[in-house]
């Protein structure tokens, strides 16, 4: 599967941001996409993941970011509710076959980033 992520931006301390992640083809029952994340000089940093009635969430990011899809488009959201300057990085949407895991090495079909830069 190829998985296409935009939406990223330049944002203001406590703004909102919505960014999307096309897959390639349908989203079925058994597919897991996440959403990861890398700012510079550090690793990649799980996220939120959902699959079949499963989502979770980094801790970093609970009650402030919402994972959603659509399953008609084909589409995973990430919405971002009062971003902070440490959510600045690169965002990535990931695919697996299977559940909603946190590690990014589970994952096997990787998009190309979009950037998130969140300014205080």
């Known amino acids: 599967v190829q998985l296409q992520a935009s939406g990223g931006g330049s944002v203001q301390t406590g703004d909102s941001l919505r960014i999307s992640c096309v897959l390639s083809r349908r989203i079925y029952s058994s597919t897991a996409v996440g959403w990861f994340r890398q700012a510079p000089g550090k690793g990649r940093e799980f996220v939120a993941a959902?699959?079949?009635?499963?989502?979770n969430y980094a801790e970093s990011v609970k009650g402030r970011f919402t994972i959603s899809r659509d399953n008609a488009k084909n589409t995973v959201y990430l919405q971002m509710n009062n971003l902070k300057p440490e959510d600045s990085a690169i965002y990535y949407c990931?695919?697996?076959?299977?559940?909603?895991?946190?590690?990014?090495?589970?994952?096997?079909?990787w998009g190309q980033g979009t950037q998130v830069t969140v300014s205080s």
């Open positions: 990931a695919a697996r076959v299977g559940s909603p895991l946190t590690s990014s090495s589970d994952y096997d079909s």
């Open positions: 959902m699959g079949g009635n499963r989502i």
